[in-house]
């Protein structure tokens, strides 16, 4: 039987790892577009091969995944990202809209955190996000397919209450999600606003870094 995901915010911790660190900045996460198509590309270039594996199903060549990021459609899907404080696209969210079966819709996500900015419950964040904006898009099922050696995903799978079928070294699993409602509606809008007003300092903050720097006399004009 399917659990409905009714919880907003709920805190899914992977197992083995520890809670986020209380003095680090929250996890926020940002709606992508068109004009992040860069920044995408670098992040999945940044996976090595065994994070590929667990990301696309298998390893991929550089010139797979340009086409893949070439190809992202931001007018149909949705995609998420966590930027660190140097603007470095470290989580990313793929929420991909599946053709709609009579008044079913279903959509797919993938998820990639790169290995420096992982145990901070980002994978977690990017879910949770996808969750919402599936329901408040009508959506009644969100599906993951991914390897069944993929531990992390299976975690947050087990946690979010989704039914799970394992077949030939891969898993595929189901959430089914609650029509969206004005808190989830609220809920979405509010963490978007947070995200990019988090995105705009940290932006000013590197450029504001950068300006100095020009400034600061070299070691050379020393």
Same mark, same amino acid.
Do not use: W
């Given at each position: +039987?399917?659990?409905? /995901?009714?919880?907003?915010?709920?805190?899914?911790?992977?197992?083995?790892?520890?809670?986020?660190?209380?003095?680090?900045?929250?996890?926020?996460?940002?709606?992508?577009?068109?004009? @992040?198509? @860069?920044?995408?590309?670098?992040?999945?270039?940044?996976?090595?091969?065994?994070?590929?594996?667990?990301? /696309?199903?298998?390893?991929?060549?550089?010139?797979?995944?340009?086409?893949?990021?070439?190809?992202?459609?931001?007018?149909?899907?949705?995609? /998420?990202?966590?930027?660190?404080? %140097?603007?470095?696209?470290?989580?990313?969210?793929?929420?991909?809209?599946?053709?709609?079966?009579?008044?079913? &819709?279903?959509?797919?996500?993938?998820?990639?955190?790169?290995?420096?900015? &992982?145990?901070?419950?980002?994978?977690?964040?990017? /879910?949770? &996000?996808?969750?919402?904006?599936? &329901?408040?898009?009508?959506?009644?099922?969100?599906?993951?397919?991914?390897?069944?050696?993929?531990?992390?995903?299976?975690?947050?799978?087990?946690?979010?209450? +989704?039914? =799970?079928?394992?077949?030939?070294?891969?898993? @595929?699993?189901?959430?089914?999600?609650?029509?969206?409602?004005?808190?989830?509606? =609220?809920?979405?809008?509010?963490?978007? %606003?947070?995200?990019?007003? @988090?995105?705009?300092?940290?932006?000013?903050?590197?450029?504001?870094?950068?300006? !100095?720097?020009? !400034?600061?006399?070299?070691?050379?004009?020393?």
């Amino acid at each position: +039987m399917n659990m409905s /995901f009714n919880r907003l915010a709920s805190p899914i911790v992977a197992a083995g790892r520890p809670l986020p660190d209380t003095g680090r900045s929250p996890v926020l996460v940002r709606e992508l577009s068109s004009g @992040d198509r @860069d920044r995408l590309l670098a992040h999945f270039l940044a996976l090595d091969e065994d994070d590929r594996l667990l990301r /696309f199903g298998q390893i991929v060549p550089d010139h797979v995944i340009e086409n893949y990021v070439g190809n992202i459609d931001f007018a149909h899907d949705t995609v /998420f990202g966590v930027f660190d404080d %140097q603007l470095l696209l470290v989580g990313v969210g793929h929420l991909a809209y599946l053709p709609a079966e009579g008044d079913k &819709r279903t959509a797919e996500y993938g998820v990639s955190v790169l290995e420096s900015a &992982r145990g901070r419950g980002i994978g977690t964040k990017l /879910f949770e &996000r996808a969750a919402i904006r599936s &329901r408040n898009t009508q959506v009644s099922t969100l599906y993951i397919h991914c390897l069944s050696r993929n531990a992390t995903m299976m975690h947050i799978a087990k946690k979010a209450g +989704m039914k =799970i079928e394992y077949a030939y070294g891969e898993a @595929d699993a189901y959430l089914s999600l609650a029509p969206a409602d004005q808190t989830s509606l =609220i809920a979405e809008m509010l963490q978007e %606003q947070a995200a990019v007003f @988090d995105y705009a300092i940290k932006r000013q903050a590197c450029r504001t870094s950068r300006m !100095f720097e020009a !400034f600061m006399p070299t070691a050379d004009a020393a």
